[in-house]
């Protein structure tokens, strides 16, 4: 066995560098922010990048024209299994939520992804060539299967949307489908669980970090044009500054688009009358054909953000 060439080195680490640029950039890729599974996704590319890196410098450590590394250099597999755990730890799903409030944090996570799938591979090569290729191409491989395995977040129902739409079309699915919830069995007291790790159990917000939806939703439709707005920042998310009982607020609002109109109509629904508040006199609830028109003119977070502004909402 000899030091693989210089040409093979550059190689591994132009492609490393192609594929954390695709991950960071998300180049080709569905948008992250849209669904945990296109999240995954990018981590595996992360990991793909970060292994091939450490590929590279293993190879390019060896001594010119050396042997295979000895194998009584054990300590390099324990690595070589333990780097990997650590990855696939960082990517369990009960941590999402956390991440995906604290921005830095997860930012610094992707970076420890690379530096792990970079150690992963290093040591297994250390041990054995082959080595660091077989884990490699196992983390790569357990972190893509992640993303279409316990990544996913449910898209929308077509039941769901179509027995909310017509009832002979709602008739016709249940006889087919009995197992399948309709629209008004989607309980928006559940649908809420995605939104309390940020607006809390209670909607009351986190001051400066979230702002609050118990007492204020209610403003928000009494407001001109308020009604289609929250339809609008539930479909594609809220980014930009914001004013809300006198705190600032400048964070992200992720887009719910994956969630099925039902969903979103139930959870709007739940919020806008739970916590002693209740919709504006005369207001009807939503339906999910408040969500299914809104969904024809696609928005960007900012654009929804200009809405915001124009409509001049408290
Ligand atoms: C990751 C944290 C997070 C999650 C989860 C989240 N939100 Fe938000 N939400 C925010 C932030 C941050 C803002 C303010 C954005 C800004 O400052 O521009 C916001 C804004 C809003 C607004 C607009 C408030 C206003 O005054 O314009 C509504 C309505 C809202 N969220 C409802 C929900 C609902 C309903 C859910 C669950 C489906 C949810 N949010 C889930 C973080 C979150």
Not at 157 to 165: D, G, H, I, K, Y
Not at 201 to 216: D, E, I, K, N, V
Request: glycine share 10%; proline share 8%.
């Amino acid at each position: 066995m000899t030091r693989p060439s210089r040409t093979t080195t550059y190689t591994l680490v132009a492609l490393g560098l192609v594929a954390v640029v695709v991950a960071e950039l998300h180049l080709g890729l569905p948008d992250p922010d849209l669904s945990i599974k296109n999240h995954h996704i990018q981590h595996a590319f992360f990991i793909l990048g970060g292994g091939l890196w450490g590929l590279a410098l293993a190879g390019s450590l060896m001594p010119a024209g050396g042997a295979e590394p000895r194998r009584s250099r054990s300590a390099w597999l324990v690595l070589a299994i333990i780097a990997p755990l650590a990855a696939m730890f960082l990517m369990w799903p009960s941590t999402y939520e956390y991440l995906e409030a604290h921005p830095f944090v997860h930012a610094l996570d992707h970076g420890v992804f690379i530096v792990l799938s970079g150690l992963t591979t290093f040591a297994g090569y250390q041990f054995a060539r082959s080595i660091g290729w077989v884990v490699g191409a196992a983390l790569t491989v357990m972190a893509w299967a992640a993303a279409f395995g316990f990544g996913v977040t449910p898209g929308p129902n077509p039941l769901l949307t179509a027995s909310a739409t017509t009832p002979a079309a709602a008739s016709a699915t249940a006889a087919s489908a009995t197992a399948a919830p309709t629209a008004a069995a989607v309980d928006g007291a559940t649908v809420y669980q995605n939104c309390a790790a940020c607006h809390q159990p209670q909607g009351t917000g986190l001051p400066g970090a979230f702002p609050p939806l118990a007492g204020h939703v209610p403003q928000l439709l009494a407001a001109q044009g308020g009604r289609d707005y929250v339809v609008h920042v539930l479909l594609y998310g809220l980014q930009g500054p914001i004013t809300v009982d006198g705190k600032t607020y400048n964070g992200t609002m992720p887009s719910w688009a994956h969630l099925s109109d039902a969903e979103l109509a139930a959870v709007i629904d739940y919020v806008s009358t739970s916590w002693g508040d209740a919709f504006p006199s005369g207001q009807r609830p939503y339906t999910a054909d408040d969500f299914q028109e809104a969904r024809a003119t696609e928005l960007t977070p900012q654009e929804v953000h200009g809405l915001r502004e124009a409509l001049k909402l408290p």
